[in-house]
C-alpha cells in the first residue's frame, strides 16, 4: 500500500489554465504538507495543515489554494498557471511527536507550456 | 545567513571511501534534525534522524552540535548505491505549528 499517494504523476496543461493535484495519506498522520522543488531543486514548503487547519502559509501567491476535506487528504488547486509553476510539487505527511520526519508522495512533475 | 545551508557539492568519491557532509542552520531553537536522501527525480526518503548523542545506522552516522549549530552526516564504506543528493533538513516548533526547512542538498557521487 502506498503511504502517500498523489495525482497525478504528470502533469502538463497551458497557461491560464486551472489545475488541481490531490494527495491522501493512509499513515494516519495528523499533519500533510505540500512542498514545490524547483529546477535548481532547492525544495521549499508551500503549506502545512493540521488536523484539516491551515497552519503554515507560506509566501506563495493566492492562485495556489490548498483544501483539506479531511485529515487523510489535501489536495492543491491552481489558478492561472503561468510557466513559473513548472516544477515538482510534493505531497508530504507527519505525525506530530514521533520522530519519524516526513514521508512524501512520489510528487508531481507540472509543465506549464 | 541562510536558515539552513549545505556544501552543494558534487563529491565525488571513489568505492570504499568514507565521506562526510555538514550542514549548518541559523536557528539555535531548533528542536529535530533529520537527513534525507533524494534520488535524481525521486521524492525525498528519510535517511535517519539526529538525535542528540549521536546515532549510527551501520555505515551512517549522524551527529548534532548545537553550541556550533550543525549536524553532520558520515558514509563509511561508499557504495555505487549512495550516489545521490543527500537534505538536511531542522525543524522548528511544536504542537500544531511546525516551520520545516530543507537544505538545498549535498550530491555524493560515488564512482568505481
Known amino acids: 500500500d502506498t503511504a502517500v499517494s498523489q495525482t497525478p504523476k504528470y502533469l502538463v496543461t497551458q497557461m491560464g489554465n486551472d489545475k488541481s493535484i490531490k494527495c491522501e495519506q493512509n499513515?494516519?498522520?495528523?499533519?500533510m504538507y505540500w512542498y514545490k522543488q524547483d529546477s535548481k531543486k532547492f525544495l521549499k514548503i508551500m503549506f502545512s495543515?493540521?488536523?484539516?487547519?491551515?497552519?503554515i502559509n507560506e509566501t506563495v501567491p493566492n492562485r495556489f489554494s490548498p483544501k483539506s476535506p479531511d485529515k487523510a487528504h489535501l489536495n492543491l488547486h491552481i489558478n492561472s498557471l503561468e510557466l513559473g509553476d513548472s516544477a515538482v510539487y510534493f505531497c508530504?505527511?507527519?505525525?506530530?511527536?514521533?520522530?519519524?520526519?516526513?514521508?512524501f508522495g512520489s510528487g508531481t512533475r507540472l509543465t506549464v507550456v | 545567513r541562510k536558515e539552513v545551508e549545505q556544501d552543494p557539492g558534487p563529491f565525488n568519491v571513489p568505492e570504499g571511501a568514507t565521506v562526510a557532509f555538514n550542514c549548518t542552520y541559523s536557528?539555535?531553537?531548533?528542536?529535530?534534525f533529520f537527513w534525507y536522501r533524494q534520488d535524481c527525480r525521486k521524492e525525498p526518503k528519510l535517511l535517519m534522524s539526529?538525535?542528540?548523542s549521536g546515532n549510527e545506522d551501520g555505515r551512517f552516522t549522524a551527529q548534532l552540535n548545537r553550541a556550533s549549530q550543525y549536524i553532520s552526516l558520515l558514509i563509511r564504506d561508499s557504495k555505487l548505491s549512495d550516489s545521490a543528493t543527500y537534505l538536511c533538513?531542522?525543524?522548528f516548533g511544536s504542537g500544531g505549528y511546525q516551520k520545516v526547512t530543507f537544505g538545498t542538498g549535498t550530491k555524493l557521487q560515488v564512482i568505481p
Open positions: 499513515l494516519g498522520h495528523d499533519t
Open positions: 536557528n539555535s531553537a531548533s528542536q529535530s
Open positions: 533538513v531542522v525543524n
Open positions: 539526529v538525535y542528540s
Open positions: 495543515y493540521n488536523n484539516k487547519e491551515l497552519i
Open positions: 508530504a505527511s507527519s505525525q506530530e511527536g514521533r520522530r519519524n520526519g516526513y514521508t
